[in-house]
């Protein structure tokens, strides 16, 4: 029967190209468009970096340079927010590594629609450059803060409550018709297209993180996008969606909202946010299971377990949004419900590190530039992961919830350690894409500076949240005497920006490797890591299009077969057949 | 199997069941007419459900899929349920009530003559 | 190697760095000691585990690094180990879950004999209500607030002409008596949070939120916003101060009433030029940053302006007159009080007239002149 | 077919065990359509939770709506019966869209063809009927901000809703049109036809959105 289904995919026609602009501008080969998320990705990111220097500017040294006002930097707050959640983590995550991994590691030829896919990317390229419109608009981006929480996104007491929301908002929508064009083919690519022998429980753990965001993503999305329409209606033609009566000294017609519901936005808003940490934690969680297993010649521990940890994480996502909203004035009884869906959901979470910890017991580990960044990833993801419990226990969360708490929480957790995996990941197919090796010293410079610098950075930013510095504040001067800023504080303030600036900068390391490596690498060989799964086994390195030749590779076991007692190897490939 | 692809019933299948669409949104039509109370309202959400059930499972073929596709099908959207479900809760039990409450506003007092009573529902109409 | 230290470091570092930092819980001054319990008992869970993986992990990558002719363990899994961490994180995590979920059913059923106050919420300032004699606080609705009425109390209510209005940023409450705050919002969302007192909650605008809590300590305290509410949001602050019954008290009766205020208690005789001054301050959003009351906003205060010797920022000092009033609306950063952001817009000639530029004068003047007459 | 559900459900985790395929016998295009209107049904489901939520939020009174969609027939008002004939349009439609998806099954190209044009006749009379329903409100003083009878969000949320609906049916019909025009070149000739099947599963799922919209906006 396998047999018989398989050459629905060897037939497959492929749009070969037949120009430079076929080839490289609209490539339908999964492995380009692949690269040109992953180039957009990062460009738009350094946007989000230079925002986040801007805020770390004045919170630092308040007034030092007079061009942040108040309106640049709430609007530097929001796009830094939106840019890394958005536009470079869930696009680099499932745009980027989904579309390259997906085919090559389930050993198809390409997506399932091409055509589709390369639609994609270029819709996901107009909602970027909506977004970087929203620049050069009348009033300039939105300051509302990433959540984006109506009545004050839409009112004019924050900056770009014009032009700035709508063209964030339209900007989100068209990402998500481009992230649904996207998805459609990974999901169908995981579900129907494999290869002789590929089963779901034989794919490698990237797969299985990407395809659960995906999943997750699709239901997710929705949500954000209807209250995206609604936003736009409530701000455009005057509905009151979102919008109850308001008396604003602001805005005077601002009177002739009534009868919404604020908290419905951020109903919605969660019910997409939460699965969205999700959307970028699991693939984050995938490839950072098959470097750690790859680079310290081990099976990945527990593989069972960690699919379904996986799957239990995706499901539980949709359950525990309104731990976001604790404070939020809600029916106060969903702390109950939702506190203990969000502590059950600490439990798959701690499955995962501990397998990620045991997988490094007794094994043969190589301290290469991408093991250095999964380790990296799980120390932070641990202390990340653990203060989520402090903010998902309902009663603990009151006192920290919008401080410093939270900001150090939510970027170890899914600003930090997803880019830790990304860079990981980069740094473990850069061979398989270019064919050349990124440079090592200068990536281990780049990995040194990056993971002691942002642990500096956040790991004390914790403690400014016990005193209750609240988050999101111009400036923290205290009106009297008192507790909340001490002076120390302050200094604090300033090592973690000087901390903030260096990290920023040692990413320029990263850029100048990623180009210089391109045509100055050492020449990596077909499989330099000597792993497992599929996408080593190409034909070609890099690999064609259409990734085999005329039969597609037949698989026989899973792809943690490292250091299997009585072989000769350390690894042996997925399509390797069993010794009879 | 291999000669089998696809959907292949007989037609007298589909005008049967698309004449009891026929019956059934004409029997939801006419609960417009009648008073409102949880008689109409189980009415209503008989009749949308009986229909939506034979559009899935008979027009398109759902039924005679495979359990894989069925349940991958069925099973998300219970997520909108728990959404749903805990979105009615607080509107009516919490925001309307702090509404009718504190800003003075109850355009149903009919509907409702005590609203600090915590067991009094709003229905509509 | 490395790898091993720098896992050794950080979490060493991790654990030196606080006990020995100077930055936690300020002191507490409400009855939410439990909540503080329910962190540490969260802290030290989490601190074992974070101490433990990342001990295991140094070990683990000194112990099992690469060497030449070394070969892993092939071990995919361990089923009892892996039931056993299962059921030990289980435990663990029933451990923080339970006493937290006890604190918040105290934290969510206020005791019934609670007093209700209100805070209202506004960009980007605080103000509040009590329920007077009565002990209940009047109906409000937005849809009811004008120059006159800026709480939006009903007026067809006989519950509110008893309720204290206690406008600007400071408030006083007794020690030792719970209160139920109940948070309102005029415009966006705000959120009423005092670190001494742990507790903190949304005002959403539309409906009402509540939170109780008990003062224990008596002191002043400083009141932050704690969600973002647009470009003022770090401006938005104010003060509880706790104090003994009788200063409370005192202090309460000082504070007008809705029927006084009604009734025109301090009414002003404004000339009609003064009064389309002060439409103009209103249509425009002036009393977001500027306040009538003598409370420092985002701006100078308008309370005894005219005529008053002003530092400016650029160590320079100036008398407020029609000239400087006219240029500080025209161009503000070029003549800025001293200890302010330049953060107002400029206002042109298209926003805001040169007739009603006059006319807001004129109500500034009248303001401070008024004031003067009316002090013995 | 033996395939069905009669095979039991032992076949799930036979299916989800299974190398190449997870779901055996559906075409690349089936799948992925089959999971849009899973992500397309969280859409409409998110549009629907929220106008319940802002309707039981509401203080004031919620327009009765079988007063507000009634025609007057004979001199007297007939509630809802713009709306029921549009009902019964959509579901003649799914009937004819059904035909033709059994007629491509049985390789008649000409009979799928026409009754695929038929469903998008339909479809067409159903948006008609629905830009004549949004001016006869419109025309009456129902807009998005506002209405005479109460609750301002009555107007939002119909405006919304059954323009989302409307969007979805328009783009269908040309979607059919396309399909239908297609299939007369012989584009898909090579195939089995189920291209009509994927046009149909989105057909009768823009059917079925009504039915919810039907029973939750008109009949609420």
């Known amino acids: 029967m396998a047999q018989a289904e398989i050459p629905y995919q060897e037939a497959m026609p492929l749009h070969h190209p037949h120009s430079w602009v076929t080839k490289y501008w609209f490539s339908q080969d999964h492995k380009v468009i692949a690269v040109q998320y992953g180039i957009t990705a990062m460009a738009v990111g350094l946007i989000a970096l230079l925002a986040s220097l801007l805020m770390r500017t004045q919170i630092g040294f308040p007034g030092a340079i007079e061009w942040i006002t108040p309106d640049r930097y709430y609007q530097a707050v929001t796009m830094h927010g939106m840019i890394m959640v958005i536009y470079l983590l869930t696009a680099f995550l499932l745009g980027s590594f989904g579309n390259y991994l997906i085919p090559l590691m389930l050993g198809a030829r390409d997506m399932v629609f091409p055509f589709v896919n390369m639609i994609s990317y270029h819709v996901y390229l107009l909602s970027v450059v909506i977004l970087l419109a929203s620049f050069f608009v009348p009033g300039g981006p939105t300051g509302a803060g990433w959540t984006l929480y109506p009545p004050q996104a839409i009112l004019t007491g924050t900056p770009g409550a014009d032009w700035g929301i709508i063209t964030m908002l339209l900007s989100l929508a068209v990402f998500i018709v481009a992230f649904t064009m996207g998805g459609l083919n990974y999901i169908t690519t995981i579900l129907q297209a494999r290869t002789r022998g590929m089963t779901l429980m034989r794919m490698p753990l990237s797969v299985w993180g990407i395809f659960a965001a995906t999943v997750l993503g699709l239901l997710a999305f929705p949500a954000l996008f209807v209250s995206a329409v609604m936003m736009i209606l409530d701000q455009v033609i005057g509905t009151s969606f979102f919008m109850p009566a308001i008396a604003s000294s602001f805005e005077p017609s601002a009177s002739e909202y009534s009868g919404g519901s604020p908290l419905l936005f951020q109903h919605l808003f969660w019910f997409f946010g939460h699965p969205e940490v999700y959307i970028v934690a699991l693939p984050a969680f995938g490839v950072v299971s098959d470097l750690i297993s790859v680079h310290a010649r081990k099976n990945i521990f527990g593989y069972r377990m960690m699919v379904w940890a996986i799957v239990w994480i995706g499901v539980l996502s949709f359950v525990v949004w309104a731990h976001h909203m604790y404070v939020a004035g809600m029916h106060p009884y969903f702390g109950f419900f939702f506190a203990t869906t969000t502590l059950i959901i600490a439990v798959p979470t701690a499955i995962k590190v501990y397998n990620w910890t045991l997988t490094l017991w007794r094994a043969n580990i190589r301290f290469t530039v991408p093991m250095l960044f999964a380790i990296a990833f799980v120390i932070t993801f641990v202390v990340g992961g653990l203060t989520g419990l402090f903010l998902g226990n309902v009663i603990v969360d009151v006192p920290l919830s919008d401080t410093y708490f939270v900001v150090a929480h939510f970027h170890m957790v899914m600003g930090v350690s997803p880019i830790l995996v990304i860079f990981g990941g980069i740094y473990h197919w850069y061979p398989k894409i270019t064919g050349r090796m990124l440079n090592d010293t200068v990536g281990k410079l780049h990995f040194w500076i990056t993971a002691v610098g942002t642990y500096v950075i956040y790991f004390p930013m914790h403690y400014l949240g016990f005193v209750g510095v609240p988050r999101r504040y111009y400036h923290n001067e205290p009106l009297g005497e008192s507790a909340f800023y001490p002076a120390s504080a302050e200094l604090l303030n300033q090592g973690i920006s000087i901390a903030a600036f260096i990290v920023g900068a040692a990413q320029l390391l990263f850029v100048y490797n990623l180009f210089v490596s391109y045509w100055r690498g050492r020449p990596a060989g077909d499989n330099p890591w000597e792993a497992c799964s599929l996408e080593w086994r190409t034909p070609q390195t890099p690999p064609i299009h259409g990734n085999w030749s005329d039969t597609l590779p037949t698989v026989h076991r899973w792809a943690y077969d490292y250091s299997v007692p009585g072989e000769k190897e350390d690894f042996i490939p997925q399509d390797v057949p069993h010794r009879a | 199997m291999s000669s089998e692809v696809g959907q292949q019933h007989p037609l007298s299948l589909y005008f049967w069941i698309w004449g009891l669409l026929f019956v059934v949104s004409a029997g939801s039509y006419f609960t417009d007419f009648m008073e409102a109370g949880y008689l109409r309202w189980t009415l209503i959400l008989t009749f949308m459900l009986v229909k939506a059930g034979y559009i899935v499972a008979i027009f398109m073929h759902l039924k005679w899929e495979r359990w894989a596709l069925i349940y991958a099908l069925l099973l998300p959207p219970g997520a909108l349920l728990v959404l749903m479900g805990l979105m009615a809760w607080e509107s009516w039990d919490y925001t309307w009530l702090s509404r009718v409450v504190y800003f003075g506003e109850d355009p149903y007092p009919l509907r409702c003559p005590d609203a600090a009573n915590p067991n009094c529902v709003p229905m509509a109409h | 190697m490395a790898v091993a230290i720098f896992l050794l470091i950080l979490v060493v570092g991790s654990v030196i760095f606080t006990f020995v930092s100077p930055w936690w819980f300020t002191d507490i001054a409400s009855n939410w000691g439990g909540i503080d319990t329910t962190v540490l008992i969260t802290f030290w869970v989490c601190g074992v585990v974070f101490v433990a993986v990342g001990l295991f992990m140094a070990y683990s990558t000194w112990k099992f690094r690469h060497r030449e002719g070394a070969r892993a363990d092939y071990e995919p899994e361990n089923p009892r180990l892996e039931l056993g961490l299962t059921i030990v994180t289980a435990i663990g995590v029933v451990a923080m879950l339970a006493p937290g979920l006890l604190v918040w059913d105290d934290y969510v059923n206020p005791p019934a004999d609670a007093q209700e106050i209100e805070v209202l919420s506004q960009q980007w300032r605080w103000s509040f209500r009590f329920p007077g004699e009565d002990g209940v606080l009047g109906t409000v609705h937005v849809k009811n607030i004008r120059s006159d009425n800026p709480f939006g109390m009903n007026p067809n209510d006989p519950a509110g002409e008893d309720d204290v209005l206690v406008a600007g940023n400071r408030v006083q409450l007794p020690v030792n008596r719970p209160y139920k705050v109940l948070l309102r919002s005029n415009d966006v969302l705000h959120d009423f949070f005092v670190p001494e007192f742990r507790a903190k909650m949304d005002a959403v605008p539309g409906m009402i939120t509540y939170f109780w809590f008990e003062p224990t300590k008596e002191g002043d305290y400083e009141i932050l916003c704690a969600e973002l509410c647009g470009k003022g949001h770090y401006t938005m602050r104010g003060f509880v101060d706790i104090v003994g019954q009788e200063d409370f008290d005192a202090w309460l009766a000082a504070q007008p009433t809705w029927a006084q205020m009604k009734a025109g208690v301090t009414p002003k005789a404004y000339s009609a030029l003064a009064r389309r001054g002060r439409e103009v301050a209103e249509a425009n959003g002036c009393f977001a940053c500027h306040s009538l009351d003598g409370s420092q906003v985002v701006g100078p205060t308008w309370q005894g302006l005219w005529g008053a010797e002003t530092a400016l920022a650029d160590g320079s000092s100036i008398t407020v007159d029609e000239s400087y009033v006219l240029e500080s609306v025209r161009a503000p950063a070029a003549k800025l009080v001293e200890g302010f952001a330049p953060v107002m817009i400029a206002y042109d000639a298209e926003i805001i007239s040169d007739d009603d530029l006059a006319a807001l004068a004129a109500f500034l003047r009248e303001d401070t002149e008024l004031a003067e007459a009316s002090t013995p | ?220």
């Not at chain 4, 419109?138 to 609906?165: D, L, R, Y």
């Not at chain 4, 049109?177 to 994927?198: P, Q, S």
């Open chain 4, 1 to 220: 077919m033996a395939q069905a559900a009669a095979a039991g459900h032992a076949t799930i985790f036979e299916d989800w065990g299974s190398d190449v395929t997870t779901f055996k016998g559906v075409p690349w295009g089936k799948a992925m359509m089959w999971i849009f209107l899973l992500s397309d049904t969280f859409i409409f489901s998110c549009f629907l939770i929220s106008y319940m939520t802002v309707r039981i939020t509401a203080a004031e009174p919620w327009p009765n709506a079988s007063e507000v969609f009634s025609l007057t027939m004979f001199g007297a008002p007939v509630p809802l019966l713009l709306i029921a004939i549009m009902t019964f349009d959509l579901i003649t439609s799914s009937g004819t869209m059904a035909l033709a998806v059994n007629y491509g099954y049985r390789r008649d190209k000409k009979k799928a063809i026409r009754f695929i044009c038929a469903t998008a006749f339909f479809g067409a009379v159903f948006v008609g009927m629905q830009a004549f329903e949004w001016t006869k409100l419109i025309s009456e003083g129902v807009k998005p901000w506002g209405n005479e009878w109460g609750a301002e969000q009555f107007g939002a949320c119909f405006f919304m809703i059954t323009g989302f609906h409307g969007m979805h049916v328009s783009a269908g019909v040309i979607y059919l049109l396309i399909v239908a025009w297609r299939l007369h070149k012989g584009v898909y000739d090579k195939t089995n036809y189920e291209i009509v099947e994927i046009v149909g599963l989105y057909w009768h799922f823009v059917d079925l959105v009504w039915v919810f919209i039907f029973a939750f906006f008109y009949l609420w």
